[in-house]
């Protein structure tokens, strides 16, 4: 990509502007949480005027790639995880694979009433009446991501308790473990929302922010329902990829 701001060419400057300055991110020549160069630097280096330099911030900031802080000036903001929507990986799995420390804090666990959308999902019989809900704060290398509750109908009588699920940190490893179920395709949705200000007080954020909404409806090796799960990632931190052939 050139490196120059072409005054004649098709697309804006600003948007000339703010696609080298994202490939200097993409490429690591900017790193995460450094400054970006002032607007007089941008000004000399590329031969644009301040109005252009701030049109360009403006987009990269709302695509996510910068960040602001009040009184000290903007900043790169760490690179999104990518996760391909044809896999079917665990959190806990996501984050080691890219070399980052998942973490985790538990909100709530224990047995709930199934409302409507979660009763349909895991497909319960008209008698049952609880199941187990875990609401979990997910972390990497100890900075809020995701905004997970998990719903799961396990044999009667048996339960998993929150000192067996802080001690393994994955319950995909205590679903194996101690029920002998093993996740092996999914279906998923996604969607875009707005952060709540509960969500938004959670995850370090804005209320009203973007965030990506994951659906997951889980099932086994015996090709039953073992899991509903709704994850809502920062969209500042989490995208999606999809290989598509034709």
Same mark, same amino acid.
């Given at each position: ?7 004649? +060419? ?17 490429? +690591? ?80 666990? +224990? ?16 008698? @049952?009446?609880r199941v187990l809900c875990v609401e979990r704060l997910r972390l990497g290398d100890g900075v809020p991501m995701g905004l997970q509750t998990s719903y799961y109908l396990l044999p009667e009588g048996q339960t998993i308790t929150r000192e067996e699920l802080e001690a393994t940190g994955s319950i ?20 875009? @929302? ?53």
């Amino acid at each position: 990509m050139p490196e120059i701001v072409d005054p004649n +060419g098709f697309l804006p400057r600003y948007y000339q502007l703010a696609n080298i300055l994202r490939e200097r991110i993409t490429r +690591g020549e900017l790193a995460a949480h450094q400054p970006i160069p002032s607007e007089r630097q941008l000004e000399t280096i590329y031969s644009v005027s301040r109005t252009t330099i701030r049109q360009a911030i403006d987009l990269l900031v709302r695509q996510g790639f910068l960040y602001r802080e009040h009184g000290r000036g903007t900043f790169v903001s760490p690179q999104k995880l990518q996760k391909g929507i044809w896999e079917l990986t665990s959190f806990t799995e996501d984050m080691r694979r890219r070399s980052i420390t998942p973490g985790q804090k538990i909100l709530e666990i +224990g047995e709930v009433k199934p409302p409507p959308e979660v009763r349909s999902h895991l497909e319960l019989p008209a008698d @049952c009446e609880r199941v187990l809900c875990v609401e979990r704060l997910r972390l990497g290398d100890g900075v809020p991501m995701g905004l997970q509750t998990s719903y799961y109908l396990l044999p009667e009588g048996q339960t998993i308790t929150r000192e067996e699920l802080e001690a393994t940190g994955s319950i995909y490893i205590l679903l194996q473990e101690k029920f002998h179920l093993i996740p092996t395709e999914a279906d998923e949705t996604l969607e875009v @929302c707005l952060a709540t200000p509960r969500e938004a007080n959670l995850l370090q954020i804005k209320a009203g922010s973007p965030l990506l909404l994951s659906e997951r409806t889980t099932y086994s090796q015996a090709r039953r329902v073992m899991e509903f799960v709704k994850i809502l990632y920062r969209g500042d931190r989490y995208r999606y990829s999809a290989k598509l052939t034709r």
